[in-house]
């Protein structure tokens, strides 16, 4: 995407759909070392393997590079097409809506207080069933799953954008978020 590349990359967390292992892909002048060097703590478990396997056969098998990024161009339109036809209050709010693929972002501004505006959306957003979560003290992090359906993509917007309109209205008082912190 950005005209780099590496000589090495790591893969983490998704590759063993939920099972822990990691990768690390290079050129055979950087990999090829002694074995001894490969020795780690869940280095070799062949059930993490086999699910990495898996995980790989459906990741190329569905296409779900060429999903992620249709479903993400979809979300990102569907955000700013509601928070135009909204407006209002909540616009004020968003100073950008941006990603790659699906993991999105939707930055917030409240000249207040950022984080304590971003705390109250996850929590509004959570009460109408949707998780979301901060990172950046004012940033919402959208990382739906890949194989999600394109319903769920619209109802999921529709949800957070709600949750900032209600937040910019009022909604949400400072006392209901008391402990809620971190997300």
């Not at 099972?19 to 074995?35: K, Q, R, T, Y």
């Not at 505006?117 to 901060?134: D, I, P, S, T």
């Not at 900032?164 to 008391?178: F, Q, S």
Request: glycine share 14%; hydrophobic share 40%.
């Amino acid at each position: 995407h950005e005209g780099i590349h590496p000589d090495i990359v790591t893969f983490g967390k998704t590759l063993g759909a939920g099972l822990p292992i990691s990768a690390i892909v290079g050129p055979a002048s950087i990999m090829d070392c002694a074995p001894g060097s490969a020795l780690l703590t869940m280095g070799g478990n062949p059930v993490c393997a086999s699910a990495a396997l898996s995980f790989l056969d459906v990741l190329l098998g569905d296409d779900l590079a060429r999903q992620a990024r249709e479903k993400g161009r979809h979300l990102e339109g569907r955000l700013r097409r509601i928070l135009a036809e909204r407006g209002g209050r909540a616009s004020l709010h968003v100073a950008d809506v941006r990603g790659r693929g699906l993991a999105m972002a939707i930055e917030l501004d409240d000249r207040e207080s950022p984080e304590r505006f971003a705390e109250k959306v996850c929590y509004r957003a959570n009460q109408l069933g949707v998780v979301v979560y901060y990172v950046g003290g004012h940033v919402l992090e959208l990382t739906p799953a890949l194989t999600i359906p394109y319903g769920q993509l619209d109802d999921g917007a529709d949800t957070i954008v709600q949750a900032i309109v209600d937040v910019a209205d009022g909604a949400v008082d400072d006392d209901k978020i008391r402990g809620f912190g971190g997300w």
